[in-house]
């Protein structure tokens, strides 16, 4: 897309509510645009089209008008979850109007650097982190995109000085044409999200967008353990900073000495720390038994976040005491509470196989989970040997056959489901309560589901709230 303002006078169409479309929204008509918004949810269900309509904004509700698209149509900005199947979103392209995601507009006016981050899992914890590193080095960080703040409402506070953190999903990435974070980082690929993307060809090629326009003096920071990471490598106009578990760097950030990578469930405890090489230059940053996370997918988000904070110009020495200090994310392993002797574990936000996969090996003691939710196709057999060390399993949702049944050939005695209750959240609890009863002292109950939420709840936010309120009120 050309520059915000030059849309003055003419139509800009936001398709979907929510944050990020309320956002661009009042951004184009501050801008002089000629701004409508529709969503096909029912006006009951869109709290925030009276704010917009209040500013004068035209906003449409309940269903897609068949003129929404026309002639007189310059830009389509869709909320990132809305398929290119939506036909608004196939009417824009075929008259070859230009469909963007609200990143982009926010990259156009932002006055700050920006750092993006994307990646299969990790993300939030890793752009947290960052801010958190930024922050301490006093280098005036904005934490927004999909964690939270959509960008367009950061570039209202951010400064020439400053840095905005961006955490990017693929859906955001593919409505990008002009984006170009200073500083990207692509943290891993795994399969997921295909029903949006239809094939992994789409999604990796979304995710890499997030390097397609840096230059030379731009940073492209990769996961050198992960086949696909790097070969993103290639081609890049930018300079490439690898992090890595498993090689020593010669350049990058890396632990010494490096992990075995056949050790994948995480037995190897011997002393580490985290260096930071530059050619013939060593810096060590801390000893990775200091991290204030656990697990070895967490010591690979901090290399990552580490080298963010490097490539950004913030000191070595500088780093060592916020990362002690920060105990991760809510929703993302965050312990919860200890009940006679079992304790309760919230990682809603791991929506694959792989993101469970990581958690369950990042916990040492016993492990009764609880895991199902949206039906994406997958067989879930990835998570076979994962199943084999587990103690017990409470599945639910859409899911759930198919984990009991990944269960069954894993051997696991101790497997239920939860049969349908009147509603989400009596159906989450009762699986609470049920892992509880698998449970004795010295157990770990562990809500990691492996799929999306929305096929019960609105959000994994949600999921983990009532995960965890359960847990408190056993």
């Known amino acids: 897309?050309?520059?915000?303002?030059?849309?003055?006078?003419?139509?800009?169409?936001?398709?979907?509510?929510?944050?990020?479309?309320?956002?661009?929204?009042?951004?184009?008509?501050?801008?002089?645009?000629?701004?409508?918004?529709?969503?096909?949810?029912?006006?009951?269900?869109?709290?925030?089209?009276?704010?917009?309509?209040?500013?004068?904004?035209?906003?449409?509700?309940?269903?897609?008008?068949?003129?929404?698209?026309?002639?007189?149509?310059?830009?389509?900005?869709?909320?990132?979850?809305?398929?290119?199947?939506?036909?608004?979103?196939?009417?824009?392209?075929?008259?070859?109007?230009?469909?963007?995601?609200?990143?982009?507009?926010?990259?156009?006016?932002?006055?700050?650097?920006?750092?993006?981050?994307?990646?299969?899992?990790?993300?939030?914890?890793?752009?947290?982190?960052?801010?958190?590193?930024?922050?301490?080095?006093?280098?005036?960080?904005?934490?927004?995109?999909?964690?939270?703040?959509?960008?367009?409402?950061?570039?209202?506070?951010?400064?020439?000085?400053?840095?905005?953190?961006?955490?990017?999903?693929?859906?955001?990435?593919?409505g990008t044409s002009a984006f170009r974070p200073r500083i990207g980082l692509l943290l891993n690929l795994a399969e997921t999200h295909l029903d949006y993307h239809g094939d992994m060809e789409d999604y990796v090629a979304s995710k890499r967008k997030l390097f397609a326009n840096q230059e030379s003096g731009d940073t492209a920071i990769l996961n050198w353990d992960d086949a696909a990471c790097r070969k993103t490598a290639e081609g890049l106009k930018s300079s490439i900073l690898p992090f890595s578990l498993y090689e020593k760097l010669e350049t990058g950030v890396c632990v010494?000495?490096?992990?075995?990578?056949?050790?994948?469930?995480?037995?190897?405890?011997?002393?580490?720390?985290?260096?930071?090489?530059?050619g013939g230059e060593e810096t060590v940053i801390m000893a990775v038994d200091a991290l204030g996370i656990p697990g070895r997918h967490n010591t690979a988000n901090a290399l990552a976040a580490i080298a963010a904070a490097l490539a950004a110009g913030a000191p070595a020495e500088a780093l060592a005491k916020p990362l002690e200090q920060f105990k991760g994310v809510e929703h993302r392993l965050e312990f919860v509470a200890e009940r006679e002797g079992v304790a309760f574990y919230n990682d809603s936000k791991a929506t694959n196989p792989t993101a469970t996969t990581m958690s369950v090996r990042s916990l040492k003691k016993p492990i009764i989970l609880v895991a199902g939710g949206l039906d994406r196709g997958s067989d879930y057999m990835e998570l076979l040997p994962v199943f084999r060390g587990l103690k017990g399993l409470v599945a639910l949702g859409q899911t759930k056959e198919k984990l009991l049944k990944v269960a069954e050939l894993a051997g696991l005695a101790n497997a239920q489901s939860v049969n349908d209750e009147k509603d989400a959240e009596s159906t989450l609890r009762q699986a609470v309560k049920q892992a509880a009863e698998l449970a004795e002292a010295g157990d770990i109950v562990l809500l990691s589901p492996a799929c999306a939420s929305w096929d019960m709840f609105a959000s994994y936010e949600q999921r983990g709230s009532i995960f965890k309120q359960s847990a408190h009120t056993l």
């Open 256 to 278: 010494e000495p490096p992990y075995n990578r056949e050790n994948a469930a995480g037995t190897d405890d011997a002393p580490r720390s985290i260096v930071y090489r530059d």
């Open 1 to 174: 897309m050309n520059h915000p303002s030059t849309y003055r006078g003419r139509r800009v169409v936001v398709l979907g509510l929510a944050r990020s479309g309320v956002s661009v929204a009042k951004l184009f008509h501050k801008l002089g645009a000629d701004v409508i918004v529709n969503d096909k949810k029912d006006r009951e269900s869109c709290p925030e089209a009276d704010e917009l309509t209040a500013l004068g904004i035209s906003v449409l509700c309940g269903y897609h008008p068949d003129d929404l698209i026309d002639e007189h149509t310059a830009l389509l900005v869709k909320n990132p979850g809305i398929p290119y199947s939506a036909p608004p979103v196939k009417q824009a392209l075929e008259r070859g109007v230009e469909v963007v995601t609200e990143v982009e507009a926010g990259f156009w006016l932002s006055p700050s650097p920006i750092i993006g981050i994307t990646g299969s899992n990790g993300k939030t914890t890793t752009t947290t982190l960052i801010g958190e590193l930024l922050e301490a080095a006093g280098m005036k960080p904005i934490v927004a995109g999909n964690i939270g703040l959509p960008l367009c409402d950061a570039v209202d506070e951010a400064a020439p000085d400053g840095w905005i953190v961006a955490e990017l999903s693929s859906f955001q990435l593919k």
